[in-house]
Structure formats: structure tokens, C-alpha cells
């Protein structure tokens, strides 16, 4: 019975001590650091893929990742080196983690371990609940305050605005960028179960990124399925990289007015048509920031599509109807109109690249070497011109 009582009262004192993590701002580092000085070494949570989500103290835990890996999905308890590691599998939200912590004290493994573990999953368990509770508010008042900097912030609402932002680690005054982006043909899959708004939201946390993010059950032709407003900087572009892994992006540029942001979100989602386009010619960029595109690039945004078609089949419908000879055009413009280099990109001899340009001549009507004519065809195939500029094949494939 004694044993029992002692057995209790340290299952209480271990779950009380690991429950006060709950009340710190990161509970998830929190509870890892707890963890580690409950064993007296070190303590870490991995991801399903490996990758750290949070740790303390001095183990081996690049040693402990490839032990854990090889071994089946189950608790487990092994020493690497002089390190005693106790693990347990933990299934958080749909997704798969590994928790561990190691110590140099076999014997203090051995007692406690698995039961410090096993309370840390009741402790996360909680955490996780609370932050989905959290993040359900959150993502409520993200949707607000998305639709209505869509529309542009009257002035006498500016500073409450502001105000609403705070919570989501932006500060008065800074510059933003809108983001517009939908899931992309082509792009890197991911086995996350999260839906990907909540995975994202998780990474921006990670990054310390500030970030308001939407989705969009039935985007219009004035929306995409993700609108996101950040703040920028280089949390940022690291947040947008991991975007950009699975989603078809558009970004705005810089903007700190906020009676302005109507104007972009009109910019984010003319770049990510910019990039559809770009993605359905053969190009393998999946982000376009509209402050960066050329002049060229900006001046077709201004287009209007159905006539811009028109005025194309009548100019260049003659050119585009033979593969061969606009895939050598193309080429010759991602080349710089260098016949040599062109040969060599479409694995022919320049003779055959000077005969093709002189059937684009004829069909044209104009010197394929003039000023205007080049400015016309690089206009009229931009897209698979920067496409072929990125990935050689691309235009040889027209070839």
C-alpha cells in the first residue's frame, strides 16, 4: 500500500509540475524544458519528418532521431552512447510527432521515464486542444479583418485596425505585403493531414512571422483560396519559400498605408495570375512578387485578355500554328538572338536555326532583326520566354 501511495503522490506531483507549462506563452517549449530538468538531461519533440520542433540540453539528438528512426512506431527505450533515452509516439491534430528525453541517469530513466512521458502527452494533449480553441477564434477574426482590408481601411478606422493586428505579431506602422495563393499543379505534395491554412499558421508561429491568414471556401474571379496579409522582412521570405513548396503565389509590394490596401490586393492577385500563366507555359517559378517583375511584365498586367487574344491570333496566329518555328523563336529570345546558342539549346545546326528565322521573316512580313519585331514577339510570348530562360527544355519540348 505504501508503495501505492508513493507511486501516486509522484504521478501527481510529475503531472502538476508538467501542467504548469500550460500557462506559459509556448507551452510546447515549455513542457520540453520541464521535461529535460525532470531528467536531468535532455528532452526533444520531433516531427513525423524528423525535423526539431523544440528541445533543450546537450543529448545527442541528431544520434536519437536515427535510433528512433529505425525503429518501429512504438514507445521505446534505448541508450545512445552514455545517454539512456526513453521515447513515445504522440499523434497531435492528425499529425504524427516523436517525444523523447535522454539523461545520463540510467536508473532515473528507468523509474520515471515513461511516466514523464506519458503525462507529457495528457499535457500536450491539453495544449493542443487549447490552441485549436485559440486558433478557431483566431482564424475568425483573420477572415474580418482579410475582408475588410480587401476593401481599403477608412481613415478614422486606421489605428483600430492597427490595433486588431497586434495579435497576430504585427506592429503599428509596419510594412505589409498581401499574398494571394492557390494549391498548384505540379507543386510538392505533402502528407501534413493538417488542412494547409493551420499548417502554415503553425510554421509562421515557429518563425516568429507576423501574418493574417484566410482561406476561401469558393474564391470569386476577385480572390484566390488563400489571401494572407504579413509583415514583411526575412521571417517572411522564409514563410513565403515554404509557400511556395505548395502553393501558386502572388505578392503584392511593400504598402504601411492601410487606407491603400484595397490597391494591393488587386496587385497580389494580378501577380498570381502572373504566375498561373507563367506555371501553364512550361515556367517552374511558383512565386511572383509584382514590385520585382520587369517593365514588360507590368505592362501586360494591364491587359485586357480577350482582346489582347484577338490582336494575337491576328498577328501572330500564322506563327504560333507551327510549333517548330515559334519554339525557335523562343529560344532565340531566351538566348539573347544568339544563332549559336540557340543551336545548341534546340540540338541543331545554326544553318537550320538561320532557315527557320527566315520563314518567321516571311510569315511576318518584318526582319526578324528589327527593334520593333523583337519588342512584338517578346511581348506576345513573354511567358515561354522566361519559361525557357529558367528551364532549357522547355522550349526545345516546342521545338
Known amino acids: 500500500m505504501d508503495a501505492e501511495i508513493r507511486l501516486?503522490?509522484?504521478t501527481v506531483w510529475l503531472q502538476n509540475d508538467l501542467l504548469q507549462a500550460l500557462a506559459a506563452d509556448d507551452p510546447v517549449h515549455a513542457l520540453v524544458a520541464r521535461l529535460a530538468a525532470l531528467s536531468k538531461g535532455s528532452a526533444v519533440l520531433y516531427e513525423a519528418s524528423g525535423r526539431i520542433v523544440a528541445s533543450t540540453g546537450q543529448g545527442?539528438?541528431?544520434?536519437?532521431?536515427?535510433?528512433?528512426?529505425?525503429?518501429?512506431?512504438?514507445?521505446?527505450?534505448?541508450?545512445?552512447?552514455?545517454?539512456?533515452?526513453?521515447?513515445?509516439?504522440?499523434l497531435l491534430r492528425g499529425a504524427g510527432y516523436r517525444l523523447a528525453i535522454a539523461s545520463r541517469s540510467r536508473t532515473l530513466v528507468d523509474e520515471v521515464g515513461s511516466l514523464q512521458l506519458e503525462m507529457?502527452?495528457?499535457?500536450?494533449?491539453?495544449?493542443?486542444?487549447?490552441r485549436a480553441l485559440a486558433m478557431g477564434q483566431e482564424r475568425a477574426e483573420a477572415a474580418r479583418l482579410i475582408s475588410a482590408l480587401r476593401v481599403g481601411i477608412p481613415s478614422s478606422r486606421v489605428r483600430q485596425t492597427w490595433d486588431r493586428l497586434r495579435p497576430f505579431r504585427i506592429r503599428a506602422g509596419q510594412d505589409l505585403r498581401v499574398v494571394a495563393a492557390a494549391p498548384g499543379a505540379g507543386t510538392t505534395e505533402t502528407a501534413d493531414p493538417r488542412r494547409p491554412?493551420?499548417?502554415?499558421?503553425?510554421?509562421?508561429?515557429?518563425?516568429?512571422?507576423?501574418?493574417v491568414l484566410a482561406d476561401e471556401d469558393d474564391?470569386?474571379?476577385?480572390?484566390?483560396?488563400?489571401?494572407?496579409v504579413l509583415a514583411d522582412g526575412p521571417a517572411a521570405d522564409r514563410w513565403l519559400t515554404l509557400l511556395a513548396g505548395t502553393h501558386v503565389t502572388g505578392v503584392s509590394g511593400p504598402f504601411g498605408d492601410l487606407t491603400l490596401s484595397a490597391r494591393y490586393f488587386g496587385e497580389a492577385l494580378t501577380a498570381w495570375q502572373v504566375a498561373t500563366r507563367r506555371r501553364e507555359r512550361g515556367g517552374s517559378a511558383t512565386t511572383v512578387r509584382l514590385d520585382e517583375v520587369d517593365f514588360a511584365?507590368?505592362?501586360?498586367?494591364?491587359?485586357?485578355?480577350?482582346?489582347?487574344?484577338?490582336?494575337?491570333?491576328?498577328?501572330?496566329?500564322?506563327?504560333?500554328?507551327?510549333?517548330?518555328?515559334a519554339g525557335?523563336?523562343?529560344?532565340?529570345?531566351?538566348?539573347?538572338?544568339?544563332?549559336?546558342?540557340?543551336?545548341?539549346?534546340?540540338?541543331?545546326?545554326?544553318?537550320?536555326?538561320?532557315?527557320?528565322?527566315?520563314?518567321?521573316?516571311?510569315?511576318?512580313?518584318?526582319?526578324?532583326?528589327?527593334?520593333?519585331?523583337?519588342?512584338?514577339?517578346?511581348?506576345?510570348?513573354?511567358?515561354e520566354v522566361l519559361a525557357a530562360v529558367v528551364e532549357p527544355g522547355a522550349a526545345a519540348r516546342r521545338a
Open 60 to 90: 545527442p539528438l541528431r544520434l536519437i532521431w536515427e535510433e528512433i528512426g529505425a525503429r518501429e512506431v512504438a514507445p521505446q527505450q534505448f541508450a545512445v552512447g552514455r545517454w539512456a533515452v526513453v521515447t513515445r509516439p504522440l
Open 8 to 10: 501516486l503522490r509522484r
Open 328 to 383: 525557335t523563336v523562343v529560344t532565340y529570345l531566351a538566348c539573347d538572338q544568339d544563332v549559336r546558342r540557340t543551336a545548341e539549346r534546340l540540338y541543331v545546326h545554326a544553318n537550320t536555326v538561320r532557315y527557320r528565322l527566315r520563314k518567321v521573316e516571311h510569315l511576318l512580313g518584318a526582319p526578324i532583326a528589327a527593334a520593333g519585331t523583337i519588342a512584338n514577339l517578346y511581348l506576345a510570348f513573354q511567358d
Open 120 to 130: 507529457a502527452e495528457r499535457v500536450l494533449a491539453a495544449a493542443n486542444a487549447v
Open 297 to 325: 511584365t507590368w505592362l501586360l498586367t494591364r491587359r485586357d485578355d480577350a482582346q489582347v487574344a484577338a490582336r494575337f491570333d491576328r498577328h501572330f496566329g500564322a506563327l504560333a500554328a507551327r510549333p517548330e518555328l
Open 219 to 228: 474564391p470569386d474571379e476577385h480572390s484566390t483560396p488563400l489571401t494572407a
Open 197 to 211: 491554412s493551420d499548417a502554415l499558421l503553425e510554421e509562421a508561429h515557429l518563425e516568429g512571422v507576423g501574418v
